[in-house]
Nanobody, 127 residues
Framework: QVQLVESGGGLVQAGGSLRLSCAPS????????MGWFRQAPGKEREFVAA????????EYTTSVKGRFTIFRDSAENMVYLQMNSLKPEDTADYYC????????????????????WGQGTQVTVSA
């Protein structure tokens, strides 16, 4: 089992920044991909970004490229999502997720392939 705990959400004005944190525990994650997803009210959960546990490969959804950065701190065993130039349309509950790299293959954006999820952290961006 893998436990994921997110933190760092909050209320921010458009153009501002937030850093979300994900603290994984429970097992070695060297074979895993760590992802961030978000879900706005009334909408489906969507992929935001993902990174291999080794930190050597990342993927982003188009709408956040150039604004968001996913990275891992090996010393602290944490995964972060740095969000800059936030827009009101970024408002959502953000979830950290983990999936075996072998299960994902090239389909990093599919939430159903992620086996482990955190409880979510809310991000609200005001206009």
């Amino acid at each position: 089992q893998v436990q994921l705990v997110e933190s760092g959400g909050g209320l921010v004005q458009a153009g501002g920044s937030l850093r979300l944190s994900c603290a994984p525990s429970g097992r070695t994650l060297s074979s895993y991909v760590m992802g961030w997803f978000r879900q706005a009210p009334g909408k489906e959960r969507e992929f935001v970004a993902a990174i291999t546990w080794a930190g050597d490969t990342t993927e982003y959804t188009t709408s956040v490229k150039g604004r968001f950065t996913i990275f891992r701190d090996s010393a602290e065993n944490m995964v972060y999502l740095q969000m800059n130039s936030l827009k009101p349309e970024d408002t959502a509950d953000y979830y950290c997720a983990a999936a075996l790299k072998a299960v994902l293959g090239s389909m990093w954006t599919h939430p159903l392939l992620y086996a482990y999820w955190g409880q979510g952290t809310q991000v609200t961006v005001s206009a």
